[in-house]
Structure formats: C-alpha cells, structure tokens
C-alpha cells in the first residue's frame, strides 16, 4: 500500500476484500475494525493499514504471517490464491493438469481450514490432492512427497512461531523447500488470482491418506539408528504442545528405547501453547517444565522437538546442572558421530554459512567434502552427495535419501543412540564435545536477535553498516568484510553481511527470513574455551551496540 495512500482508499480495500472473503469471521474482524476507524479508533487504523500494507510475500519455502484478514495476514483468501497460484504453476511447468499435491497439516488454528481450502482447489483445478488425515509432523510431510511420487506438498505450520501466526510451506516434488526462481515464479501465478471468488473449490474429490503413510515414515526413520546398539537410555520428551509427541515416542520405542517420559502439561497439541511465552526450544524457560521432569525422574537426556517436530533441541547434565546444548554442538555431535559409524568415502557434510565452522573441521580430518550453503534447509538439502546436514536453528538432516529437510524425529534418534552407546562407555556427550574441542580448537558461537516492529528499521540498520562498516570490533581488527548481497564466496546473492576479525572470529549480520527480527551469528575458534568465551563476550557486547535501533 502506498504510504499516500488516502483513509478513504484503504476503506474502500477493505470494503472490497470482505466482499471477497469466504470467511465468516475474519469478516468479522475486518468489519469491526473498519467500523471503529471509522469512527475515528486511531489503534483500529493502524491495524487496517498494517493488515493492507501490502501482500503476505513468498518468504522461506512459501507464506508465513499473523492470522487475520487483509492481504499482508495468513487467511483463507491468501491460502486460496496461493493454492491456485502454486497449482497453476505446477500445471504450467509440467505441462499437465493432473499434478498431484500432498497436503499436511498442524495443530495450530485454522490449520485444517486451509489445508482442506488448499486440497478444494487442487481438485477443482483438475490435480490429485492427498491430504494427511490428522495433524503430523512437517518431516512426515515431506517424507510422504517422495514416497507417493508426489509432484509437489504443502504444509500448513508456522513452526515454532508464536500462536497468533500460521504459515504455508511449499516442496516440490524432490521433497525439497523451494528455491528461487520457483518461489517467484509461484508468485506471479498467484499474482493472475486477484480475487478468491474467482477461484473454483470442490466440494469433495480429494483424498485422505489413512495411518498407513505414518507407519511407513517410522520404518524409515527407525533405520537411521544401528541394529543392536545399547538402548540403556533414561530420555525425557516434549512437544512443547505440538504435534510431534506420539511420532516422536513411537519412533523411539520401535527403536528399542523403551525408558521415556513424557512432559505431560506439553504433550497434547494445543494451538496456544499455554505453558510456553514462545514454542520455540531456542527461547529462554521453553524447556523449563522438561528440564525439572529430568531432575524428578532422573534422567539421561532431554528431547524437545519445536511444534511441528522438524527441529530437535538436546539437554543435558553438564557439571551438575542440566543445560540445552547449542544447536552447533548437536550438529558437531552428530556429524562426528556418523563419521565414527562409518560413512562413504563421497560422502558429503554440509552446514548453513552462520553455523559453527566445526563440522567441516570434522569432515576434511575424516577426508570428507564440505559444503557451506546460504542460511535454510532449502539450501541445505539441494547439497550434491548430501549425507548429513545441519543449521545452528536446531535443523539435522541425517537422512537425506528419505527426508530431503530438517527432521527432529530421526536427529532425535540419533542422538538417543549416540547418548545411549556413550553411557554403555561410562561417557557422556559433554566428553565428547572436550574431545573435539581438543582435537579442532574450541569453537564458541552465540547468537542474539534485535526484534521490531517497524520492519524499516532492519533495513536502517543494515544501511547503516554498510555505510559505516566497522574497522575493528572489541579490539580486533576486521581483516575481512563481505557484503552477502553481492554473492560473497560464490555463494548465491542474500542479504547480509560477514565480518572476520584478524583473530578469526567470525560475524554475520542478516534478517530473519520468518520473524521481524535482525540476526547476529558469532564464532570464535581458540585453543582454551574460558579464553574463547571471554573473547566471544566481547564481540558480543560490542555488535549489540553496533546494531542497536
């Protein structure tokens, strides 16, 4: 929306939407709110026009936003006109109508109202939608695109954003996240349904797929871990009110463990994740209910998966204390345990460009190929020879011949397999992460996040690096700057900026592709991990005023 935009302009979009809109209570809420500007409700403008400011964009792998009405929300109009859209493509590109489309679904609200708004109009256009029968994990979704030989899969989920937000994930028929140019291509098709009325929807047509795909998914899954290995393992699961409880704990029971405990206040779905300020693992006090389980029941390991299971977050006993390891340290632990299973000589190892630089330090010792690929499992996944991949978010991919994406049920496997066979051993993880630090140098990273709510105000802070790039930062020379825009290191162009400072540490610097918040990644390498702690402490305190609003 134009910002000379008059109130009497954005009233009458508004008006025009509720006439296009099939859902009776975002009609609701956008006639209220109409109503209240209209009589002179300052907050009810602002809402109209944040609602209208323009239309909810293709971000990473498709839509995600706050549910309501308007174009710049997750609503049934915007799901309708991305159906037909993503359909149209599909159609137009493989030059055929009966395109079949997979379609998941989460717990959150109006999760199956669009997943059932999606399938109509795949139908009514003339393809096959298969529509998975109950809430499922997104890793189950993109399991079932390449196993039912699927042209394309949606999955309806905001992942672990917060309740009021819901979202629209697009793979294609690879079982991949799209990419560009697919996600602009996507887009200008949608762009030809300006209207939701104007998109035809079946009443019926379409079909459920019955509980047999979730036992395939767990046969599969199930093999990621070795036949016989010890199982002895005290685990401690949550779902944190997701959807991932029952797959998670009936994988790991087909997998031989057998001693775990569920959070019970988070294990059943709930769509406003009452026990959490915010679903994510990352977040501070996400876990707090899982880690005291631990304490009661004394257990050997936490388990949390975010609410729609693609991401796996560990806890463990450490000195004491129970604490959540770094998604780095899982994602070194895990690479470094595969490499000790064995794996092929061409095998390849790949990491997103802000996470630690530990793996491929574990790849090239094992004289293995590593990949680094711009931040997302999009990326990620599209890796030539790819075995196992991660991103510091939580995201593991040990099983890329299955799930071509993050999978928070089979990384949790492994991780109960590597936790289990090192107990056998009188070990335990944080062992292993002295080893490695021994062997490869102690690799520190932290990560912090300066959230808005004017997303301008990323774009000012962006500029203003640019415009005033750092010369050094907590004392250290910067020996490099790169501007991700241009393609640094023959990556593809994304926007962001990566500082190396004369000690090697390193700075990224970008925007979130899924919440209005700024990102900065930071790694220090150094032979002693308090030093490289403090140095890190440093940096830190020195970029949070650097990237201050």
């Not at 991305?82 to 159609?91: D, K, N």
């Not at 992942?159 to 697919?182: E, F, R």
């Not at 899982?290 to 949390?304: F, Q, S, Y």
Request: aromatic share 4%; proline share 5%; hydrophobic share 40%.
């Amino acid at each position: 929306m134009s910002e000379q935009k008059t109130a009497s302009g954005l009233h009458d979009e508004v008006r025009a939407w509720i006439a296009d809109d099939p859902d009776e209570q975002t009609r609701a809420e956008l006639t209220d709110l109409l109503q209240r500007a209209d009589g002179g409700d300052e907050s009810a403008s602002a809402e109209l026009a944040d609602a209208f400011s323009g239309l909810l964009e293709f971000g990473t792998a498709g839509l995600r936003g706050k549910l309501g009405g308007g174009p710049n929300r997750m609503n049934r109009v915007v799901v309708i006109r991305a159906s037909a859209g993503l359909t149209t493509y599909l159609q137009e590109s493989l030059g055929r109508r009966d395109v079949t489309v997979v379609i998941g679904f989460d717990a959150r609200h109006n999760s199956d109202v669009f997943a059932r708004d999606t399938a109509a109009v795949v139908t009514a256009a003339g393809g096959r939608a298969l529509v998975l029968s109950h809430p499922l994990p997104t890793p189950l979704l993109a399991f079932s695109i390449r196993h039912l030989g699927a042209d394309a899969g949606v999955m309806v989920t905001a992942s672990h954003n917060p309740p009021q937000d819901n979202g629209y994930k697009v793979y294609l028929g690879d079982g991949s996240q799209i990419v560009p140019p697919s996600d602009a291509h996507i887009a200008a098709a949608i762009d030809r349904y300006p209207r939701a009325a104007a998109v035809s929807l079946a009443d019926d047509g379409w079909e459920t797929i019955d509980d047999a795909i979730v036992d395939d998914y767990l046969r599969s899954v199930v093999a990621v871990v070795a036949e016989g290995g010890a199982r002895d393992l005290r685990i401690v699961h949550t779902a944190l009110h997701g959807v991932g409880s029952s797959t998670m704990t009936d994988a790991l029971r087909l997998a031989g463990f057998t001693d775990v405990h569920s959070v019970a206040e988070q294990a059943e779905p709930d769509p406003e994740f009452p026990t959490v300020s915010f679903p994510n693992p990352e977040e501070p006090g996400a876990i707090d209910l899982a880690l005291a389980t631990a304490r009661d029941a004394g257990a050997d390991i936490v388990i949390a998966n975010d609410p729609d299971a693609d991401r796996c977050a560990v806890a463990v006993e450490d000195g004491g204390t129970w604490r959540m390891l770094r998604g780095d340290e899982v994602g070194a632990l895990l690479g470094h345990h595969l490499v000790q299973r064995g794996v092929p000589a061409d095998a390849v190892f790949a990491n997103s460009i802000v996470s630690s630089r530990l793996l491929g330090a574990i790849a090239r010792a094992a004289g293995l190929a590593h990949e680094e690929t711009l931040t997302g499992f999009k990326w990620i996944s599209r890796v030539d020879g790819l075995r196992y991949g991660y991103e510091e978010a939580l995201g593991y991919c040990v099983d890329p011949g299955q799930v071509r994406d993050k999978d928070g049920i089979s990384a949790g496997l492994l991780v109960a397999e590597l936790a289990a066979g090192l107990k056998s051993q009188g070990r335990t993880v944080v062992d292993v992460l002295d080893e490695l630090a021994a062997t490869h140098g102690a690799h520190r990273t932290d990560s912090f996040s300066v959230r808005v709510d004017d997303l301008s105000i990323i774009g000012t802070i962006m500029q203003r690096l640019r415009d005033d790039a750092p010369k050094t930062v907590a004392g250290q020379q910067v020996s490099k700057a790169e501007d991700l825009a241009q393609g640094a290191g023959g990556l593809p162009p994304t926007e962001g900026l990566r500082y190396y400072l004369a000690d090697d540490t390193r700075i990224i610097v970008r925007p979130s592709g899924t919440e209005p918040k700024l990102k900065i990644y930071l790694e220090a390498i150094g032979p002693d991990k308090a030093e490289t702690a403090d140095r890190l402490a440093s940096v830190r305190a020195e970029m949070e005023r650097l990237t201050a609003p």
